[in-house]
């Protein structure tokens, strides 16, 4: 077993092992191939959602200039593949934007997710 | 509707079939950007206060022209001309009373960017007066 397979499978054992630590979610994957200028919009592929699980690393409410919310959500690589910012997160019936930046390891995706309030 | 119509008579423009034969993917500011090539566009549209009144504005359409690194400009040089022969000049009007014309361009002094040093970046810009009718 080479050392790649070898990591993913140590995190998935721990996103295991922590149980409800981690969070369910839905994630839906959105696929933004253009735009058309014609129509002024983007052109979009057809929808990918994945109930999965993240673990929350981080969660603050920032006032300064307007109330908003933003966690930093950590998600297993193989569960969730490639995302992007035109994603969306939803955690207990609530969504989530993704911003940037998108860190990726080839293991976990850590991603800040934003919600206005 | 002065913005929001100036947008629709400069987005005409990349949407015609002669403009997508060009094969230079183009994309709109607020975009981002899917695009594996490394050549390709991003369109601004800066309306100004400048000579602006309820119908009508001035304002600058700035195009970023992005190539790849190390080749030297010509390929900028290029899509700056192709560029020219779809603006310089030219009246829009996509429906209603309101007329957008563009004017004179002009091409910046390019540099590598700062996001991708891969890409070249130079930035072209064309000036632009809407004039509408009440």
């Known amino acids: 077993m080479g050392y790649q397979s070898l990591v993913t499978k140590q995190v998935s054992l721990a996103y295991a092992q922590i149980q409800d630590l981690a969070t369910d979610v839905v994630l839906s994957k959105k696929t933004v191939t253009g735009f058309n200028f014609g129509t002024g919009s983007n052109i979009e592929g057809s929808e990918v959602v994945v109930t999965t699980k993240a673990v929350v690393n981080d969660s603050k409410k920032d006032t300064e200039l307007r109330n908003k919310q933003v966690k930093e959500l950590m998600f297993k690589k193989e569960d969730v593949g490639d995302i992007s910012s035109y994603d969306t997160v939803t955690i207990s019936g609530q969504e989530w934007s993704i911003g940037t930046p998108i860190v990726d390891d080839g293991f976990v995706v850590t991603v800040k997710a934003t919600r206005e309030l | ?134």
């Open chain 2, 1 to 134: 509707m002065k913005y929001d119509k100036v947008s629709d008579d400069i987005f005409s423009v990349f949407a015609t079939a002669e403009w997508v034969a060009e094969s230079i993917p183009t994309y709109p500011q607020n975009h981002i950007t899917v695009n594996p090539s490394n050549e390709f566009i991003r369109i601004s549209i800066v309306p100004s206060s400048f000579l602006s009144t309820l119908d009508s504005l001035s304002g600058q359409l700035i195009i970023d022209i992005f190539t790849p690194a190390g080749n030297g400009p010509k390929r900028s040089f290029a899509i700056a001309d192709i560029l020219d022969q779809y603006l310089v000049g030219k009246s829009l009007n996509t429906g209603g009373n309101g007329v957008t014309q563009f004017l004179a361009s002009s091409l910046g002094a390019g540099d590598l960017d700062r996001d991708n040093t891969n890409l070249y970046r130079v930035i072209y810009t064309i000036s632009f007066n809407y004039t509408g009718v009440q």
